[in-house]
């Protein structure tokens, strides 16, 4: 079984996010997903309006994945791919070059993000309809 494994905070979901698990899913037979803790994210500097638990329920809905796992540091990810018995690391391609040391442990792809959409995007054209 090939293993991959994506990493990321997934806050309200969006087409971006299922195109980036849809073509990971692609690279193995089995998708795992470490979800940033809400203290990770504050790590990160980022507030997601859902929580942990509720990210990690909406992730383990969506048909390409098979396994979530929270993301508590910056330095778990050797770990991980060791542990999990990882191939494949797929993020996409804002983080091009940053996560090349995992070379030694598997294969790692840089995916092109989906254009035109972000959670940060989204909080910003609800809050403009919101105030007109
Ligand atoms: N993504 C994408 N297209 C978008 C938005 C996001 O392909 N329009 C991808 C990102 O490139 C990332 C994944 O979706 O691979 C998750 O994005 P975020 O939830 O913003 O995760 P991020 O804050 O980048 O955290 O250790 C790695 C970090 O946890 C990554």
Redesign the pocket.
């Known amino acids: 079984m090939k293993k991959v494994i994506?990493?990321?905070?997934?806050?309200l979901l969006?087409?971006?996010?299922i195109?980036?698990?849809r073509r990971a899913k692609e690279y193995g037979d089995y998708l795992i997903v470490?979800?940033?803790t809400d203290e990770?994210?504050a790590i990160?500097g980022?507030k997601a309006y859902y929580s942990y638990e509720q990210r990690k329920a909406i992730l383990e809905a969506v048909r390409y994945v098979d396994e979530v796992i929270p993301?508590c540091s910056?330095d778990q990810?050797i770990d991980d791919v060791k542990n999990y018995d990882v191939d494949v690391f797929?993020?996409?391609?804002?983080?091009r070059g940053?996560?090349d040391f995992l070379k030694e442990y598997c294969e790692v792809v840089y995916?092109?993000?989906?254009?035109?959409?972000?959670?940060t995007k989204i909080k910003e054209d609800l809050n403009k309809t919101q105030n007109g």
């Open positions: 994506t990493y990321g905070t997934f806050d969006h087409t971006g996010h195109n980036i698990l470490a979800i940033s990770f994210n990160k980022k993301e910056w990810k797929v993020m996409g391609d804002d983080w940053k996560f995916l092109p993000r989906t254009v035109g959409i972000s959670t």
